[in-house]
Nanobody, 114 residues
């Protein structure tokens, strides 16, 4: 079983920045961040493969940057120009062909409010 530990999150004013980090217990091919608000489906925010190839949701393109440190099994999400609609619980996700199911972190709350 792969364990994911998340760091970061909290309360920030609109226009501010936050950084989320996630460390996996082992190397994973693809890591990323999803978010969920009550009553809605969990949605992809950004993901990054071992190669460095990235994928972003249209709503965060240009504001969020995902990066990873393969040596540390770590993925970071730098979130800039935050908006109230970015408020959600953010979940770290990891996928690898060696594991039949996705791995998930416990989630960290991000609140953007004045």
């Amino acid at each position: 079983q792969v364990h994911l530990v998340e760091f970061g999150g909290g309360l920030v004013q609109p226009g501010g920045s936050l950084r989320l980090s996630c460390v996996a217990s082992e190397t994973m091919f693809e890591m990323g961040w999803y978010r969920q608000v009550p009553g809605k489906k969990r949605e992809l925010v950004a993901s990054i493969r071992w190669s460095g190839d990235t994928n972003y949701a249209a709503s965060v393109e240009g504001r969020f940057t995902i990066s990873r440190d393969n040596a540390k099994n770590r993925v970071d999400l730098q979130m800039n120009s935050l908006k109230p609609e970015d408020t959600a619980v953010y979940y770290c996700n990891a996928q690898d062909g060696r594991h039949p199911q996705d791995s998930w972190g416990l989630g960290t709350q991000v609140t953007v409010s004045s």
